[in-house]
Each structure stands twice: as C-alpha cells, then as structure tokens.
C-alpha cells in the first residue's frame, strides 16, 4: 500500500503540511539568526585580504575540501572522517528533497533508481562510520583527544553527543525507507542499514508502519533542525564553515602576514597600535578559523612544543579563542567589549612558546593557520612593552650592532680568516653573494659550517663573496618574536648593502636566512640554500665525493624547519647524502614535512622555556631509535640545539651531528683554490 | 606622586668588547657603544609602577654632553613622562660629588616626591645617590630591593642584606632610593617605541639654567681622580671531572667555599 504523504498526513491533530512548515520556518529563523550573531565579530574584525585568485582557492576547495587531502595522514581517523563526509554529500540532496517532501504532497523527491541504491548504502557507511568513531572515543580513548595538563578534563560527551545525533538522523531515513518498503513489499538494497530494519518489521502490522513512517519522518525533520541550529556552538560548527575556510585558506603560506592589511611598512609608525592585544585585532579569516576547527588534535599531536610539556597548545589556542568569542558574542544578549587576550586568555609563557615550526598548520585538515597568529599576539605584546627579559639583551643588541650577541660589526667575517672576497659591487666576477647571517659568522662552532660553505662553494665553481663587516643580521627571527619595527630596519639596511653588492645570485647555508631572504625581503636576486647548489653540482658532475672512511655509520637527515616544511627542500639534502659512497642512511619515523623541531633557531636559542624535556633531546632520541648514530643537519641553530641535546641526554660518544656542508666539504675530492676553509669541520 | 630618577650613559658591557687604551688610564672607547646604564632602567621601571598604581609623573634627568639627550629618549620609550638633559661645559670631569651637585641644584629647582638612582653605575661607585641625599637632607637607603608606598607620605622599602636576607624599613618622603637590579623586569624598549619619542624636545639645561657656581663642580674641582685601569688576572677556569654526582658534589663544594649558598 502506499502511504500518504507526511505533508497529507494528521500529527495529533496538526496538519502534516501546516506542522513541518512551522518547523521549517522555526528551524531556519533560528539558524540564520545564529548565523547572523556568529558572523558579528568577524564585522569587527581586521581587515584580510582573501578575494583574489579564485581559481586557485577553488582548487584548495576540490583537494582540501572535496577530497579531504589530508585526512588520511591519521589513517583510522581519516577514513571515518572520508565516509562521514561522503556520505554528507550522497545524503544532502536526500535531505532537502525530505523537508520538501513534508510540505508538499505532490513532490516527488529527485533522483532515481541508482540514486536510491547510493543514498541507502551511504546512509548505512555513515551510520557505521559514527558508531565506530563513538566507540573509539569511548573505548580507545586516542590520547589526543584530551586536553593539556591542567585544562581540566576532556569532554567526550559533546563528539559522542554530535556523532549521536548524525547515527539518529541515518536511523530515522532508514525507518522512513524501511517501514515504506516493508508496506510496498518492496525489496531495499541488500545489508542496507534500511534493509536490515526492513527485515526486522517484516512481521509489524500495516498501521504500525504507517506510523514508524511517519514517525520516522518527523524524527528526521526534527533531527535535522536540532543539528542545524546546534551545530554554531562547538566542534560541529565545521560542517558549515570548512569550505569557507578552505576557500578563504592562506595561499601563499610562505610569507608572514604583515602587520595590518593595507598599511605600508613605512606607515606602521602612524598605527596607535601594533599586533593582536583584543580578539577584535584578530582578521575575520582567523575567526572563521576559531570557529571552524573540529577538535581532532592533529595540530597539538605534531606540535613539539605541546609534545615537550611547553605551555602551547595549537588546538586549545583555536578552541579558547572560540569560546571567547562565543561568551562575548552571545546569541542572545549583547555583544561585550573584550579584555585584553595576552594575560587571560592567553599566558604570555604560552604566546612565546612556539618556535614557529609550521609543523600544526601543515597537519591541519581544514587549513587552519597558526604562525600568522602567534607572530600577531607577539606584536601586541612587543607594542606593550611585554618581552621576556632574557630576549630584551639580544634584540637590544641587534638594534645596535646588527646581531644578538652585541659583538662589533667589524669582526663579523672573522670567520673566513681573510679567506672569502668581500663584495664591494667593482668586480663582475663575483656574481653570488654568500650570506652568511648573524650565528655562523660569530658561533665559534658555528663559524666551521661558514669555513665549510665557502669551501663547497669554491669547489662546486661558485664564483662568491661576502658582505662581511656590512652584513647585518637577516631579522628572520626578530620578525617572528614581533618586533617588526626592528625587522625592517635590518632588512632595509640589508637590501641597501645586498643591491651595492651588485650580484646576481644569493647563496646560504642558514635556511632562517634562506626563508628570510627569499620570502621577506623583496626586489633581491634568487636566493639558493646550499642544499641545492651542492645537488646541482652533483648532478652535472662539477663535484664527486670521495667514499666515508667509516663504513659502520648510519646517518639520518633531519629536516630543519625553515628548510622543509616551510620551503619543500626535502630532496636536494637527501639527494646529496645519498651521493657519497658508502652512505648508509635511514628516516626518523618523523621526517619531511613532519619533521619535530630541534627547539628552534634565532631568538629562541636566547629564550628558554618552561618544559619538562627540550625538543631536541627527544629529537636525538628519535634518531636514535632509528638506529642511527649520525645526525645530519643544514641549519646552524639545528646544530646547537642537536649538539646541546646530545650532551644533555648523555649520548656523548653515541650520537654526533654534523652538517650537510660540513659533511659535503668533508668528502668532496678537492680540485679548488680554497682547499683551508674546508678543513674547518670539527 | 611625582619621581625624579637619575640615569646616566655607560659603554654598554654586553656589547663591547672592552680594552685598555694606551695610557692604561682609561679603556679604549672609540668602538664602543653606549647604553643607559642597567640599573637605572629598574629605577625608571620601579617609578612607573608606582606612578602606574597612585598617578603621578616619572621625570628622568641625565648629567651629560650635549649628545646625551637620548639617554632620558630611551626612558621616556619606557614610559617616562619627561626628560631632561643638563649639560654645561664646566660639568665635564665632574665626579661623584661633582654630578650630585648638578643633580641637587636641579632637584632644588623643581619639586619632586622621591627621587630614584640605579644602585651603581656599571663603570661608578655608587656613590652619588647617597652624596645627593644628604646634599638635599633628605633621608636614603641604598640597594633598595622592594617599595611599597604607605598612607602619610611613607615607603616601606625592603634591603638585600648580604647572605641573602632581607631586612625591610620605613622610610619618609621625600628621600632617595638607590634601586636594586631585580628589584622587578623592566619593560622592553623597542625600536618603535624610540621612534615615537625621537621629536619630543628634551629639554637641555645649563649651569646658569640651574642657578649653579660652577666652583664645586668640573674636572678641576674633583677630589677623586683616577689614575690607573687595568684587567686583573683571571682566575683561570677548571674541568671538573668524573662520574655525575661526583661532579655535583665537587661544584656543590666549590660554590660553597666561596659562600654563594647559605
């Protein structure tokens, strides 16, 4: 028999028709009323330029958001993820036509035959897919689910709450389906969630389905208003804002936000204010972020700041801010005029807890971004006069005499032993320039991967020079610690000296400088990390590698940051590594793009931090646990915090770390005229 | 409540790279760069606070050259309200007594509630404070480590007592304090922070401005001259060796000798 329609039918009296209409309008004057108080702070909000290039957020939306790139990097996780979301997209057109359907008599819900099929097994992969997630977070109780020590506890009722009323929804369609077909002796796709509920009423009387049909209808219309109205208070709120996050995702991820959006550097001086002090200094797209981040703790279970007991926490960053947003913009009431965020609800320790590693944002499913807003809270405080004492000395320093050691300008090539030309725009010949930046030209230790650069150089046919005594420190760093005002002071006094310089080429082994130069700075010529000139020396043969002496090593490549993750220098290292005869290397199991952080460079070698253990000893524990007893790096700041955490660790004598560079001058079969600056390795 | 703190230029120690000049008299100062000197930067940071909590005005005030107006700039990028300079030719040469007589006939000038010194210049001997209080009768207390601002024109200050203990006192307004580094964390002063003051005239006063006999003060009136400098011989530095907790007794034992823990 067929049933009459739910719009047809009597609920207590009510009209069908008239009953789902109200809900209908109920339903979405609630919704859009929420929606219109949620999108008030992003009003408030600075300014964030994120309109232009649509083809290529359209292509972050396909790969991010319609194809979910990044969620099988949590495989388990990410496959439930995959078929939740799937099933969403199968089920949304089901889903309207259903609401139409309670309004209308004479609807007939789009679709057909293969339609049906493929809605009844989406339905079933959903309802599967929550129940399996509901039971992992109630049994398997994955560890980063929880909150930081001292947050208080996790709240697993609000995912098994949400995964819950999407496991309601799949069940009311299948009720509607089943007890529809059931009456019409009408077969359902076979182990279908429908189909087993089908077979389960077979005995029920026709009435009685005619109710679970229209039960099952109202259950569903219910359902799915409660979900749409519940969603924009908490994890759930994704569902609606990632494509517009995805959408409005930073593109170009290499370079720092400025300051503010539309003000020139050379303005910032007329701003009354610097940097994010109230939410409101956030821009609309770091709210959407607040507001669209789903808790899944990817962020915070890559952050090694999280994983080293640091006072960060990417996840409950983003998670406090949405909170904050949603008690100060309150649904119902008025809006409330924020305190000040640094000191309540951010501590200082934690804005200054993170080394900028990028390793949250590259995990990050919905594209969420972190750096732009640690860099912007750090501003607010620079502007506020709030600096951790131990960092005023080295900045106090730079402003000076253009490095944090406060060491004279005219020792800065030192290092080279009078070895290394110093540019001084006259001569064509030296068309590359070699910067050198502030650590490897006055870090005793450090100096030797300088000696060492300028060796690989020569042999690889380089035809180089420094800037020496007019070199001044890159700001790199001092431009992720917040204080942009001196940043651009040293990198106009270093643009000034580069373009005197008159080279056609930059070249550098410190991949903060590289980052720095490269991405930073404008109007300079390209800049090359040594990674790369020396794998291109290899592949056309310029240089060849004599055999390591020692055949029992095994050496594993750690990835610094700035060179990796933030550049997608990956191969070039390796690729040089792999090149000596004898190598035997082998990969951390956190490696590439994943790679754990020494403990970060430039300032944050001035700047200790409350932890229980530093970054880099669990990073040498990692290699250790890859069976490697060689540790190579190409970054300076890599090597003090690798070679401090070896001591620290007491793996003195198990554990050493050296260089790219330093290894390539090491091996290289020597033809050059600077055979000296190679012996520089230790 | 309104403070005066007295702050000076000093070759910055961490960023010089310090050497004797060839008359062994002085160090070689054509490389170096300068700085305010450190504990006057707690002093200026002490005053803020307090002006912070009971309202008031922080004045900074600098015996110096003429080029010396941006040792009270830097303050003034701290947060202090106003800045002047003295300057005058016969100050040149002046010492201790010298700049506290500067300073008092100043402070007689204007009126100010308490007046704030570092604790010593990094290249001084501590000394003009004390000289200062008790040219103007007030009464001092040295090295002060804690302020506390009581009803009816009082402080109860606290004192590092050597050994490490504390011994706290009241003490009266007006008086002057000579400031502890660690007495708190002073502000950061960025470059921005400079900028934003770099056109606010400091105002520059001579003797004359200050109603000053130019006798007591000036090269030839100083009773303190110095006349040798010279880098003593290091102490030399030792490894120590063996297993960890041999180590740690041994360093345990070392710095106990030399009385750093009581």
């Keep these: 028999m067929e049933y009459p329609s739910p719009a047809a039918a009597n609920y207590w009296g009510i009209p069908g028709r008239t009953l789902f209409a109200l809900l209908c309008l109920l339903g979405t004057f609630c919704f859009c009323w929420i929606i219109a108080r949620r999108l008030k702070p992003l009003a408030r909000a600075q300014d964030d330029p994120r309109f232009d290039r649509p083809l290529?957020?359209?292509?972050?939306?396909?790969?991010?958001?319609?194809?979910?790139?990044?969620?099988?990097?949590?495989?388990?996780?990410?496959?439930?993820?995959?078929?939740?979301?799937?099933?969403?997209?199968?089920?949304?057109?089901?889903?309207?036509?259903?609401?139409?359907?309670?309004v209308s008599a004479t609807f007939v819900p789009?679709?057909?035959?293969?339609?049906?099929?493929?809605?009844?097994?989406?339905?079933?992969?959903?309802?599967?897919?929550?129940?399996?997630?509901?039971?992992?977070?109630?049994?398997?109780?994955?560890?980063?689910?929880?909150?930081?020590?001292?947050?208080?506890?996790?709240?697993?009722?609000?995912?098994?709450?949400?995964?819950?009323?999407i496991g309601i929804l799949m069940l009311a369609d299948g009720?509607?389906?089943?007890?529809?077909?059931?009456?019409?002796?009408?077969?359902?796709?076979?182990?279908?969630?429908?189909?087993?509920?089908?077979?389960?009423?077979?005995?029920?009387?026709?009435?009685?389905?005619?109710?679970?049909?229209?039960?099952?209808?109202?259950?569903?219309a219910l359902t799915f208003f409660f979900l749409l109205c519940y969603r924009p208070f908490g994890i759930q709120f994704h569902v609606e804002t990632s494509l517009f996050t995805i959408y409005f995702a930073k593109l170009d991820r290499e370079l720092l936000k400025p300051?503010?959006?539309?003000?020139?550097?050379?303005?910032?001086?007329?701003?009354?204010?610097?940097?994010?002090?109230?939410?409101?200094?956030?821009?609309?797209?770091?709210?959407?972020?607040?507001?669209?981040c789903a808790d899944c703790g990817r962020c915070s279970d890559?952050?090694?700041?999280?994983?080293?007991?640091?006072?960060?926490?990417?996840?409950?960053?983003?998670?406090?801010?949405r909170d904050y947003s949603f008690r100060h913009y309150p649904v119902l009431g008025s809006a409330a005029n924020g305190t000040p965020l640094a000191g309540n609800l951010y501590s200082e320790e934690e804005i200054w807890s993170c080394t900028t590693c990028g390793a949250c944002e590259r995990e990050c499913p919905l594209l969420i971004e972190y750096i732009d807003k640690i860099v912007d809270l750090r501003r607010g405080l620079v502007d506020d006069r709030r600096v951790p004492q131990p960092l005023q000395k080295p900045l106090k320093a730079l402003e000076v005499r253009g490095n944090p050691y406060g060491k004279p300008e005219r020792k800065r090539a030192d290092w080279a032993n009078a070895e290394v030309p110093v540019l001084n725009g006259a001569d064509a010949h030296q068309d590359t320039l070699y910067f050198v930046d502030s650590i490897t030209s006055y870090d005793d230790r450090i100096q030797a991967i300088g000696r060492a650069t300028a060796g690989i150089l020569s042999e690889a046919g380089v035809h180089f020079g420094i800037l020496g005594a007019a070199e001044s420190d890159s700001g790199h760093d001092v431009r992720r610690f917040g204080e942009e005002t001196l940043f651009l002071a040293l990198r106009d006094y270093n643009t000034q000296a580069i373009r005197r310089a008159g080279v056609r080429h930059i070249v550098t082994s410190d991949p903060h400088a590289y980052n720095g130069l490269k991405h930073d700075y404008t109007g300079l010529p390209p800049v090359e990390h040594t990674s790369q000139v020396i794998a291109r020396a290899v592949r056309t043969g310029t240089i060849r590698f004599d055999p390591l002496a020692n055949r029992n090593d095994v050496y594993t490549y750690h990835d610094p940051c700035y060179l990796g993750r933030h550049n997608q220098i990956f191969d070039d290292p390796r690729y040089v590594l792999d090149a000596i005869p004898g190598m035997k290397r082998v990969e951390m199991s956190r490696c590439r793009d994943r790679s754990f952080c020494c403990g970060g460079g430039g300032l944050a070698l001035f700047h200790e931090v409350k932890e229980d253990e530093r970054m880099g000893v669990r990073r040498v524990r990692m290699a250790a646990e890859a069976g490697a007893n060689v540790m190579v790096t190409a970054c300076p700041f890599c090597m003090v915090n690798l070679e401090d955490a070896i001591k620290v660790a007491g793996m003195e004598g198990q554990m050493a770390v050296i260089d790219l560079v330093e290894l390539a001058a090491q091996q290289v079969v020597r033809q050059a005229v600077l055979p000296a600056l190679g012996k520089g390795v230790n | 409540m309104d403070i005066l703190v007295c702050a000076r230029k000093v070759p910055d120690t961490a960023e010089n790279e310090i050497a004797l000049n060839r008359a062994g008299n002085?160090?070689?100062?054509?490389?170096?760069?300068?700085?305010?000197?450190?504990?006057?930067?707690?002093?200026?940071?002490?005053?803020?606070?307090?002006?912070?909590?009971?309202?008031?005005?922080?004045?900074?005030?600098?015996?110096?050259?003429?080029?010396?107006?941006?040792?009270?700039?830097?303050?003034?990028?701290?947060?202090?309200?106003?800045?002047?300079?003295?300057?005058?030719?016969?100050?040149?040469?002046?010492?201790?007594?010298?700049?506290?007589?500067?300073?008092?006939?100043?402070?007689?000038?204007?009126?100010?509630?308490?007046?704030?010194?570092?604790?010593?210049?990094?290249d001084g001997a501590a000394q003009v404070g004390g000289m200062l209080a008790a040219m103007l009768d007030y009464p001092f207390a040295s090295l002060v480590s804690s302020i506390e601002v009581l009803d009816g024109g009082k402080l109860?200050?606290?004192?590092?007592?050597?050994?490490?203990?504390?011994?706290?006192?009241?003490?009266?307004?007006?008086?002057?304090?000579?400031?502890?580094?660690?007495?708190?964390?002073?502000?950061?002063?960025?470059?921005?922070?400079?900028?934003?003051?770099?056109?606010?005239?400091?105002?520059?006063?001579?003797?004359?401005?200050?109603?000053?006999?130019?006798?007591?003060?000036?090269?030839?009136?100083?009773?303190?001259?110095?006349?040798?400098?010279?880098v003593p011989p290091a102490g030399g530095a030792r490894v120590l060796a063996g297993s960890r907790p041999e180590i740690a007794e041994e360093l345990l034992e070392i710095v106990m000798s030399k009385r750093g823990l009581s």
């Design chain 1, 302 to 321: 890559q952050c090694p700041a999280y994983a080293v007991g640091r006072a960060l926490s990417p996840r409950f960053l983003t998670t406090k801010a």
């Design chain 1, 56 to 102: 290529a957020r359209l292509r972050n939306v396909l790969q991010y958001w319609l194809l979910q790139w990044r969620h099988p990097r949590y495989p388990l996780a990410g496959t439930l993820h995959l078929f939740i979301f799937a099933g969403f997209l199968v089920l949304a057109v089901r889903a309207f036509a259903m609401l139409i359907v309670g």
């Design chain 1, 259 to 292: 300051v503010r959006w539309g003000v020139p550097a050379e303005n910032l001086d007329r701003l009354k204010s610097l940097g994010v002090k109230s939410f409101e200094d956030f821009t609309w797209k770091h709210m959407l972020d607040f507001y669209s």
């Design chain 1, 110 to 165: 789009p679709g057909g035959p293969a339609y049906d099929v493929l809605r009844a097994y989406a339905a079933t992969v959903v309802f599967a897919a929550v129940t399996a997630a509901a039971l992992r977070r109630l049994i398997a109780k994955p560890a980063r689910y929880q909150p930081p020590a001292g947050s208080g506890k996790g709240r697993p009722a609000d995912a098994i709450f949400l995964l819950g009323l």
């Design chain 2, 26 to 122: 002085d160090i070689e100062r054509d490389d170096l760069v300068y700085t305010v000197n450190e504990a006057d930067n707690y002093a200026v940071e002490a005053a803020l606070q307090i002006t912070e909590k009971f309202a008031g005005s922080v004045t900074v005030v600098t015996v110096g050259g003429d080029n010396d107006d941006d040792v009270p700039r830097r303050e003034m990028a701290m947060g202090a309200h106003h800045g002047v300079l003295l300057a005058d030719e016969s100050f040149n040469g002046s010492d201790g007594r010298g700049i506290a007589t500067i300073l008092k006939a100043y402070v007689q000038r204007n009126h100010f509630d308490l007046i704030l010194t570092g604790a010593q210049g990094e």
């Design chain 1, 175 to 220: 009720l509607i389906e089943s007890s529809a077909a059931a009456g019409q002796a009408r077969s359902l796709p076979a182990l279908s969630l429908a189909w087993l509920l089908q077979q389960a009423f077979a005995s029920l009387s026709s009435p009685t389905l005619r109710g679970l049909y229209l039960g099952g209808y109202l259950l569903h």
């Design chain 2, 156 to 230: 109860r200050i606290g004192r590092e007592i050597e050994g490490g203990n504390r011994e706290m006192n009241e003490i009266d307004l007006p008086c002057v304090l000579s400031i502890q580094t660690g007495i708190n964390e002073p502000r950061y002063v960025g470059m921005r922070g400079i900028r934003q003051v770099a056109s606010i005239p400091i105002a520059v006063l001579d003797a004359s401005d200050l109603g000053l006999d130019t006798a007591p003060v000036g090269a030839v009136a100083a009773r303190v001259i110095r006349t040798d400098y010279f």
